[in-house]
């Protein structure tokens, strides 16, 4: 995977557009000025956790004595269920908090921006080319930067798209979601099967 490809997955994997309405509704009694400080706040922490998960992943994975194709299997599925529910939403928020609560950590940096989709294709990343770390670093920070700005300027983009609108990019980036994890899955069932037949 180069770093175009990686930053697109990356980027789909956030859903900014599909994470709208969300954010809107969370940040919606949050006085304004509060409200952008609030968001740029969200972002940063969910940046910095992303950057350590790139980061430690191959230790992570070797503390946990998981393989790289059971990482890549799990993504698959994980990925797979994610788009699921972008094409085909369930009724019901995903928002714990009390009117007009002002949100740190979670829902907003954890999981909406930084979920574990996004850790686990970052674990993913790290441990399968550990010497291009530059390229995934330039891939998350670029589809980061690209989330950030879609969420920064949420009211702008809720007017020009519409809910129909929103709910069609939702919708259209959950199929490629669902190639991109079929494909994630089939690469670690590939891999498992040339290791374990030599």
Do not use: C
């Not at 094409?87 to 609560?101: D, H, K, N, R, S």
Request: glycine share 8%; proline share 5%.
């Amino acid at each position: 995977m180069d770093t175009w490809s990686a930053a697109v997955t990356l980027f789909l994997i956030m859903d900014p557009l599909g994470n709208l309405p969300i954010f809107l509704s969370i940040l919606r009694n949050i006085d304004a000025k509060r409200r952008r400080i609030v968001l740029i706040r969200e972002l940063v922490i969910a940046l910095a956790i992303m950057l350590l998960f790139l980061y430690a992943g191959t230790s992570i994975l070797g503390f946990l004595n998981l393989k790289q194709e059971a990482v890549s299997i799990a993504g698959g599925i994980i990925l797979f269920i994610i788009a699921l529910r972008m094409i085909f939403p369930q009724p019901g928020g995903v928002i714990g908090l009390a009117m007009g609560e002002e949100p740190f950590i979670v829902p907003l940096a954890i999981p909406l921006i930084s979920g574990p989709s996004i850790l686990a294709a970052l674990l993913l990343l790290s441990n399968q080319s550990p010497g291009r770390m530059l390229d995934w670093t330039i891939a998350l920070i670029g589809a980061w930067a690209l989330s950030a700005s879609i969420l920064l300027f949420s009211n702008l983009f809720h007017r020009l798209l519409g809910e129909r609108g929103i709910t069609a990019m939702e919708r259209l980036m959950g199929m490629v979601l669902v190639m991109i994890s079929v494909q994630m899955f089939l690469d670690g069932i590939a891999s498992y099967l040339q290791h374990t037949t030599g």
